[in-house]
């Protein structure tokens, strides 16, 4: 029976190892296929909706199938493409999928196709609509214009997955078609590379187990080498060996025996130590309630942009992006998330090191009406793409004691908080109020007051009012924490005010002249 650490954890580990990977093999071979189908399905769908709708679209605004579907050169040689030729192509290189159009209001029924086997698909969709069909087929969907099937064409020893039928028009023919052959060659492979890298994966991660397991247990051995060194002292708890227990657990007990019996001498001061060590079990758990709450945060916001950033570079990976284009627009995007995370991680580092007091503030006396209008000026090309009207008239100088770079941070929170949640007449109105040696600042704007119940919770960490607006703008839900603990290590007051056509936030400095 094994009561080793390092046994218990390095069989452990091989069990649950080897169970992921049946349990992985299992869904690969018996769902994946099934799995691919169910989202061609959908991707047919999708498209034949997409398509009809076009064409519907055209017919109301005059424009044939024959001008849907141009590509020519123009003068320049650029090539220039009809809207639906354009849309059939994008969901072809896409999806993988082959389509076939015939324009039956023509004369000569035209054809349109993005494959280059077009007499097969044509072919094919001949024989479906007359009735000729001789491949085997299991049709999985069916409404009054079109059907999606599976098919096993004899000639060709192949699967596909059809949708053929009409447009809503009733004169377009149409024929999708993608292969399935594959998809079982595909999960073979793909188990068969499971199988290899399992086995050394089982291989490695045992050995790292072991090595590391040695290295906990050997800490306890050097515990209960301690515990006989200070056997002058006592304590009445004694060590009972349980069945079960495990062996390094067994040594450390009775050398614990061996120390409690010298430790009854103690006992009276350490009742007097109790109240303080009461005060900090309850300080570590706070502390470890809030990092549970820190992690699960930061997990929360991190696991959107880096699910765009996986699904994004895989879709370049997968050659998704062909074009330009759609290259340029994958790269965007995955800089964008990389920027938002980034922001996010300096908003955290600096509100970790201003809550630990690292970061205390620098006093000095400074002008507040020439910083708030830099922050304003460096706002400019934000505010005219939103066509913001800042109203800040001040030409006064309102002197200050605070930490000029630190109250730069605050009116610029306030500011993109303004900036990002207005609306209506569009307008922000910032004001400094001087009175009785203390300055009042505040960051008006207009727009839909926020619901009382969130008032309290706005400078929490991660808290958001419109999750879905401040993830468009790219918002980590810190700022205000970081005001709060900036305004906390100035001794000042702030918070926030509804009006009946938008939102107030305020803070207060030290106005004296001295």
Known sequence: MMKSIRSRLTVTFIGLIAVILAVIWGVNKWYLEDFYVTKKVQALNGAYEAIDSRIEENKENGISIEDAMRREKDADGNITEGNLQRLIRNFSDSANVSVLIIDNS??????????????????????????????KYTILEENDQYKIQKTYDPQRESMYLESWGFFSDN??????????SSIGESVRLANQFLLYVGMIAVLIGALVVYLVAKQITMPIYKLSNLSERMSDLDFNAKYESGKHDMEEIQVLGNSMNTLSERLEETISALKSANNQLTKDIEEKTKIDEMRKDFIANVSHELKTPIALIQG??????????????????????????????????????????????NDKPVMDRFNLTELVRGVVNASKILLEQNEIQVDFDAQTPVYVWADEFKIEQVVTNYLSNAIHHIDGEKKIIIKMLPENGIVRISVFNTGTPIPEDAIPNLWTKFYKVDKARTRAYGGTGIGLSIVKAIMDAHNQQYGVKNWENGVEFWFTLDGSNS
Do not use: H
Not at 171 to 180: G, K, R
């Open 312 to 357: 994004y570079a895989e879709g370049l990976q997968e050659g998704m992006g062909e074009e330009k284009e759609s290259r340029d627009y994958y790269c965007d995007v995955i800089v964008d998330e990389a920027n938002k995370m980034n922001k996010m991680v300096k908003q955290l580092l600096t509100l970790s090191s201003l809550e630990s007091g």
């Open 106 to 135: 023509t004369e000569d029924a035209t054809v349109y196709s993005t494959s280059r086997d077009t007499k097969f698909l044509k072919d094919r969709i001949d024989r479906y609509i007359f009735g000729w069909a001789k491949a």
């Open 171 to 180: 004169s377009t023919a149409f024929i999708m078609s993608a292969p399935l």
